[in-house]
DNA sequence: CGTGATCTTGAGGGAATTCAATGTCGGTGG
DNA sequence: CCACCGACATTGAATTCCCTCAAGATCACG
């Protein structure tokens, strides 16, 4: 159980300092609509993109930094739904309103849209609304693999993580974790010792190795694949 | 660790006995294009009705009986995605092929549509193609909402289930259960065991009463919605 | 160099699993 | 009709894995 100390951000209701609304050229135009249409607005570390419960005005896509959505439970857990970075759309969990709260884990740059421009560009243009329909299919997958994770043992969920970092954002084998302990520990249902611990162990076993807890190396991914499995 | 014993259902690549393909009336047709260009395929108890990896050709709309869709890990666990009962649509995990299996758990009647027919209709009207995504959204929450159960302690996961069984197929407070308590323990990411020692501790408590193991009557639904905060 | 936040490590406990045995139900054939 | 059978479900005992609680260690930053 640990404090929610996100600072809300300036809303941008008032008018975004760089507005680059740009007219949507017909044409090929499905595949980067928010970037076309998007407002870029800057949200500093740990600042509320959104809040759970909003209504759902807006569909974001990361420019810059990482994003996390999470849902903080009755009993006061906090369930990390997603990291999201550089190229990530996120903010279409439902129609009216959003089920998550998505907040900045480092400073970021994101391009917002708004839903019903999108809609009406949608109406017009198949191609718009075939391709959002296509993130929202691919999202669901996301959701359907984190639901798998979360029946797997600790060491599996953690390895599994790894793996789809590396995946995401490592460069030559090395990941740079932008996110707490604790964010991962929320992402993975687990506690943070419990991560901590587990890491601990796979660098015990060879297969990672950690310099100062945010910088992790994948030494063997054969052998993370295996413990993986 | 359970055996995975469902019968192939006789493929309909041949022609379905009772096809009823009715050309899509235009107008306000979004609805239910499934019932109006559906096939209507009775399942027997335990058949396939796919399987995961297979081309995601078909949508499916459930006429009546119960369905599972399911993925066996590669530990020989299985994870229940869903129950899907009457007038619930399934099998759009993916654009390009299923990532769950899907078996009929009583016999079934199931409204078939070839995925294909179901783009060119939407492609020509946006209210369909605004439908399905609609669809897509829902089934996106549906599953969120599946994953934040996963890490609920083992009462409020049995608990969340029978709350929304209820809401589902309860007449007069009252749930017929339609699945074993093998199916519900895979659902839940728990042991048939803990499942049901679960129940029997709640009919202690006075919370419910089972009779025959399938039919279960919720004696005192605000008692079970505490359980369940 | 001190301070707070973050992370690691250890010991103990608890919830759910595993293993094993028993109980119940619905169907089938004697 | 009832006895038996297999599938399904319940119950108990022991174990395991992860959590909780608690104490240090390390890191970032003024």
Redesign the pocket.
């Known amino acids: 159980m640990h404090m929610h100390t996100a600072i809300r951000a300036a809303s941008f209701t008032q008018p975004p300092t760089q507005a680059k609304n740009l007219p949507l050229s017909n044409g090929r135009a499905s595949a980067d609509v928010i970037d076309l249409m998007g407002t870029v607005i800057p949200f500093a570390r740990n600042t509320e993109v959104y809040g759970e419960n909003e209504p759902a005005e807006y569909l974001y896509k990361v420019i810059s930094g990482t994003v996390r959505t999470y849902k903080v439970l009755v009993d006061g857990r906090r369930q990390i739904g997603a990291f999201h970075v550089c190229g990530d759309v996120f903010g279409f969990e439902t129609d009216a309103e959003h089920t998550f709260s998505a907040e900045a884990i480092t400073d970021c740059k994101i391009a917002v849209i708004k839903r019903s421009a999108l809609m009406a560009v949608a109406a017009r243009d198949n191609e718009v609304a075939r391709h959002m329909w296509a993130l929202t299919a691919r999202e669901l997958q996301r959701v359907q693999a984190h639901m798998l994770l979360l029946i797997q043992?600790?060491?599996e969920r953690v390895v599994t993580f790894l793996l789809e970092m590396a995946e995401r954002v490592s460069v030559r084998g090395t990941v740079e974790l932008t996110m707490?302990?604790?964010d991962i520990a929320d992402y993975l249902?687990?506690?943070?010792?419990?991560?901590?611990?587990t890491?601990?162990h796979l660098e015990k076993t060879a297969a990672i190795e950690?310099s100062?807890?945010?910088r992790i190396v994948l030494r063997n991914q054969s052998a993370l694949n295996r413990l993986n499995a």
């Open positions: 043992s600790a060491q707490t302990r604790q249902g687990l506690t943070i010792e419990t991560v901590s611990r890491l601990t950690v100062g807890s945010r």
